[in-house]
């Protein structure tokens, strides 16, 4: 399985980016996608998850800022991402899971300027 994120860069606080992530290869049908950040001498944390079925999981340091969605047919997830904060500024990482595999991007830069 392999992850091609893209869709960071630099944008003042209050802006928005939108990040994609496309999966190929061995792929079931169920599984989650989601996207996970970290930022510079903190830990990967959680950003968002999204099962096969629609089920969504947010931190809440995101609701109701960011929107994540996913499109089976081209098993690609997205991260809207709205109203930026300077503590947004990350790499953020798309991730797929599912039965056996569990599979990381490579890592989009994300920064958010004030």
């Known amino acids: 399985v392999q992850l091609q994120a893209s869709g960071g860069g630099l944008v003042q606080v209050g802006g928005s980016l939108r990040l994609s992530c496309a999966a190929s290869?061995?792929?079931?049908?169920?599984?989650?996608m989601g996207w996970y950040r970290q930022a510079p001498g903190k830990q990967r944390e959680l950003v968002a998850t999204?099962?096969?079925?629609?089920?969504?999981n947010y931190a809440d340091s995101v609701k109701g800022r960011f929107t994540i969605s996913r499109d089976n047919a081209k098993i690609t997830v997205y991260l809207q991402m709205n109203n930026l904060k300077p503590e947004d500024t990350a790499v953020y990482y798309c991730?797929?899971?599912?039965?056996?595999?569990?599979?990381w991007g490579q890592g989009t830069q994300v920064t958010v300027s004030s």
């Open positions: 999204i099962t096969s079925g629609g089920t969504t």
């Open positions: 991730n797929l899971n599912q039965v056996l595999d569990n599979q």
């Open positions: 290869g061995s792929i079931f049908s169920i599984n989650v």
